[in-house]
């Protein structure tokens, strides 16, 4: 049996999506998940190659693998909400780039 060669193309939504909720697709894919495994190994792979700032660096631990919220991010690194919700869009487009193989400048 031959597998298959399905190419996923990652938006935006799809990818804060994923990394809102990494820990519930890490548990899916740790309960036997393909789709959750696959997800999972995407965004890990991803987010080794893409080249974030030091701030993009802390927004990314603090909101996606502490799970505090955009209010709690702005608290911890003294700087607006909207600054954090920018930073976030910054950090997801970098990483859906990389997920589709498009090159970063």
């Given at each position: 049996m031959q597998g ?8 935006s939504k799809s ?78 487009a970098k990483i ?10």
């Amino acid at each position: 049996m031959q597998g298959l060669d399905v190419e996923i193309e990652y938006t935006s939504k799809s990818v804060q999506n994923i990394l809102e909720h990494f820990f519930h697709f890490q548990h899916s894919a740790e309960n036997g998940n393909m789709d959750a495994l696959i997800l999972i190994a995407d965004m890990k792979v991803a987010t080794k190659k893409v080249k974030l700032t030091e701030q993009q660096k802390r927004v990314y631990y603090c909101r996606f693998l502490r799970e505090y919220t955009v209010e709690e991010v702005a608290e911890v690194m003294c700087i607006s909400h909207q600054a954090v919700s920018r930073l976030i869009e910054r950090i997801v487009a970098k990483i859906v780039k990389v997920l589709n193989g498009e090159e970063l400048r």
